[in-house]
């Protein structure tokens, strides 16, 4: 009788200390996206999308592990469970809904167009840089519009500078930390609001369709986080306004 | 026997269940009124934990970015640097079509305002740096209105908080209100619920403890107020009834003491009882020195008269002997009916001289009387009496001497009264023989 107890004591102990053990949790994210989502100068990731997971992770109790990868690749590997979370602001298409879970969204976002005076959207002739894998990029295709993709918006400079494409077409804080580049300032690029429904908007982690309890988790940490100062002092850290 | 009283009432226990039954439904209903006004506040927490904090914190976003919009284009006006002008021009362009102003119609206004205001600074300062400062004047008071705008939103914000909190505290006062209600309720059934069980239980049970406590046949039936409670009713009939019983039982008591006590024929008392009054009798008046005489008294011939008229008519003589005594002496002297014709007398607080008065005069009497018989003949009777006096002897020692001198009455020829230790005055020792007169 007492070597029976003895054993289902030893059964019992392992998944108490299982309980007690953080989750851990895989995060893809971008590091070429400032200031969303980039490496420092001591090469530690970064960028307010960053700080917020890391400050979810923190109120859900959970060990998460970045992992980089591009802004084209994040909704596929999400959708096939190759991580868990997608610490990258996502628009709500009905094409992603049927692949991942959003959270509830964290910012809001718009789309610019940065070209010189007088080049407007949809003028013929004109080839638009774009971040591959992007609403931006989306849209562009389907108004028939010639594009060149990139595939950080770390590098939409790079076509802009060398005159390979008239203007560009990106998210808005994207578009603040292009704009901070003497050299593109040297353009005198005019930035345009896209008054366009789905370049505007809100913008949201995705989640693992195999992970559906992770959005109750998620959700109730960005309101806590919200609501104790977190996310403004992120906000503030990586921002010039609040984008909530 | 007595009367069955129907009375309509209630049973306790229906009406108690009746009581505790409305108490229940008050109560209850109460309760489930406290318990909305509790919900009511729950509510209330829950939209400003759900809905109004999270559109505060909107407001304070709101206010934040106004602010922001302010504090860039003092920027513009600080600095000299075209490219930071264009910077600040930049995030004003941002802020001014972010969502978050925009779903707010009157920082939009304001915003667009800004935003073509400080595009137009800039777009100056390209052609003459120094231009802007002559814009600033305006600049002043459009800032001031940005200003004005972000308290408003702030203010509109804390607002929110005020309307939840005001539906908070309208349920709590409402439920302070009930909750006294329902205490003040309370206190009404409490005491409502004391006076009816003093009433219609308590008192009765008082009053019934009291009619047990002198429930007597000296005791008039009792009587209780009426009561609406049935099984206190039951009591109180159960308690009537036992009072007439009781009386019953002493009438009845009384009728077997007479029949036990009395002889049959004559109603005068029996041997057995007249010794026991007349042994009591002579010791009081012993113990006060009260004087006390006993006398034996015998039909003359009745034998005779038995065996010629039957013993119908000498039962019909012993009667009324018995009638005659009673007629003859006082209230307070015993007589019985010792045996057979032999009656045996007490006279208390009379000496054996005026006794033997009394004696006389109901010897007298019975010579005198005639009886008359069923059968139309009549008869008379003779008495012959034996007197002592008993002040100094026991009851049977003064009987002895009373039987011998009754004895000495028949000696000396019936009809006579003989005193103890001489005969009596006025005696008719003399007169002829009885029985010459009887037939």
Same mark, same amino acid.
């Given at each position: 009788m007492l070597s029976r107890l003895c054993l289902l004591l030893a059964c019992l102990l392992p998944v108490g200390a299982a309980a007690g053990a953080e989750q851990a949790l895989r995060v893809l994210v971008l590091d070429d996206a400032p200031p969303l989502s980039y490496r420092d100068e001591s090469g530690q990731l970064t960028g307010f999308n960053v700080e917020i997971v890391r400050a979810i992770c923190r109120e859900i109790q959970a060990s998460c592990q970045f992992e980089v990868t591009t802004q084209g690749a994040v909704v596929d590997a999400i959708a096939q469970g190759k991580a868990d979370i997608a610490g990258v602001g996502l628009q709500q298409t009905a094409e992603r809904q049927g692949k991942l879970i959003f959270a509830k969204a964290h910012y809001r976002s718009q789309s610019l167009w940065l070209a010189p005076r007088g080049v407007q959207p949809g003028q013929p002739g004109l080839r638009v840089a774009v971040v591959g894998g992007s609403e931006q990029e989306s849209y562009a295709r389907r108004q028939g519009w010639a594009t060149l993709a990139v595939d950080t918006h770390g590098e939409l400079a790079a076509p802009l500078l060398a005159r390979q494409v008239q203007a560009a077409m990106v998210p808005m804080v994207s578009a603040l930390h292009l704009h901070k580049s003497p050299a593109v300032r040297q353009l005198d690029l005019v930035p345009l609001v896209m008054r366009i429904p789905e370049l505007a908007g809100d913008l949201a982690f995705g989640i693992s369709p195999r992970r559906p309890a992770l959005k109750e988790e998620i959700d109730a940490a960005l309101d806590r986080i919200k609501r104790n100062g977190t996310y403004d002092r992120i906000n503030s850290r990586f921002l010039p306004f609040r984008v909530s | 026997m007595s009367v069955l009283i129907k009375q309509r009432g209630f049973y306790a226990s229906r009406a108690f269940a009746l009581l505790a039954a409305i108490f229940l439904v008050i109560f209850g209903t109460a309760v489930v009124l406290l318990a909305l006004d509790q919900q009511r506040v729950i509510d209330a927490n829950s939209r400003l934990q759900a809905q109004t904090v999270p559109e505060i914190i909107r407001y304070q976003r709101l206010a934040r970015n106004l602010e922001q919009l302010r504090q860039e284009g003092e920027r513009i006006f600080a600095v000299n640097s075209h490219a930071s002008r264009q910077q600040s021009m930049f995030v004003v362009t941002l802020i001014a079509s972010h969502p978050s102003i925009l779903e707010h119609p009157g920082a939009t206004q304001l915003a667009r305002e800004t935003e073509q205001f400080l595009g137009e600074v800039v777009r100056q300062s390209i052609r003459d740096d120094s231009r802007p400062a002559t814009f600033y004047g305006e600049w002043q008071r459009l800032a001031a209105r940005l200003g004005t705008q972000v308290d408003d939103v702030s203010i509109q914000g804390v607002d929110l908080v005020t309307s939840d909190l005001n539906v908070a505290t309208e349920a709590m006062r409402l439920a302070r209100y009930k909750l006294m209600g329902v205490l003040l309720l309370f206190g009404l059934f409490l005491l409502a619920f004391v006076v009816l069980v003093r009433r219609h239980l308590i008192k009765p049970l008082q009053a019934i403890d009291r009619a047990l406590s002198n429930l007597? @046949? @000296?005791?008039p039936a009792p009587e209780f107020l009426p009561t609406a409670m049935r099984e206190i009713q039951a009591v109180e009939e159960a308690i009537r009834e036992q009072h007439a019983l009781l009386i019953q039982n002493d009438q009845a008591r009384h009728v077997l003491e007479k029949l036990a006590n009395k002889d049959g024929l004559t109603g005068l008392m029996n041997r057995r009882h007249f010794m026991q009054i007349a042994e009591v009798e002579l010791q009081r008046a012993q113990r006060y020195r009260r004087p006390v005489t006993v006398a034996m008294a015998d039909l003359d011939y009745f034998k005779k008269l038995n065996d010629t008229y039957g013993h119908a008519a000498g039962d019909l003589v012993l009667k009324t002997f018995a009638d005659l005594v009673r007629e003859a002496l006082r209230q307070s002297d015993l007589v019985c009916r010792y045996g057979g014709e032999e009656f045996a007398f007490l006279f208390p607080e009379i000496p054996p001289g005026d006794a033997a008065k009394l004696a006389e005069r109901l010897r007298l009497r019975c010579a005198e009387t005639e009886v008359a018989l069923p059968d139309g003949r009549a008869v008379k009777v003779t008495v012959s009496i034996g007197l002592a006096d008993a002040s100094e002897c026991p009851i049977e020692i003064a009987l002895k001497h009373a039987d011998e001198a009754l004895y000495d009455a028949k000696h000396r020829g019936r009809n006579t009264i003989v005193l103890a230790g001489g005969v009596a005055e006025g005696s008719q020792a003399s007169s002829e023989p009885y029985n010459a007169r009887l037939f």
């Open positions: - | 007597s @046949v @000296v005791q």
